[in-house]
C-alpha cells in the first residue's frame, strides 16, 4: 500500500467554469496560505516571442492561451502534454489565488469547496 495516496493535496479539479469556458474548482475547503498545486513546481521553459511567429496558427495559440508572458518571452511547461490544473486557472480582478515569484500558487483566502479559482493574470504575466 502506498505511503501516499495520487490524491495527497489535491485540493481542485478542471470543471465547467462559472468566468470563461473551463476552469479549475476546488474539490474540498482550502485554508488560506495553502500551496495548491504542490507538488506542480516543475521549471518553466522560457520560449522568445519572436521564435513562434512562424508557426501554425493552432500552435502559436497554446502559447498565447496558456503561457505567462514576460519580457517578450513566454513561460510554458516543458511540453504542452504536460498542463497540470493550475495553467487553466481563469482570470479575475478579484482573485482568490496568487502566484509567488517561482509561479507557485496559493490561496489568498480560504476557499470554500464548489468555489472556482482565479488569479489576477496581471500580477505574473504582462
Known sequence: ???KFPH?????RIGRSKVHGVG???IRP????TYIFSPDDDE????KATAIKRLPKEIKRLYN?????????????TNFNKLTPAWFLNHSNSPNVAADKDYRFFALKNIKKDDEL?????????
Open 118 to 126: 482565479t488569479a489576477d493574470y496581471n500580477t505574473y504575466s504582462d
Open 30 to 33: 482550502i485554508k488560506k496560505g
Open 24 to 26: 479549475i474548482i476546488a
Open 44 to 47: 518553466l521553459c522560457w520560449v
Open 65 to 77: 492561451d496558456f503561457c505567462i508572458k514576460k519580457n517578450g518571452k513566454f513561460g510554458c511547461p
Open 1 to 3: 500500500m502506498p505511503t
Open 8 to 12: 495527497f493535496e489535491v485540493y481542485t
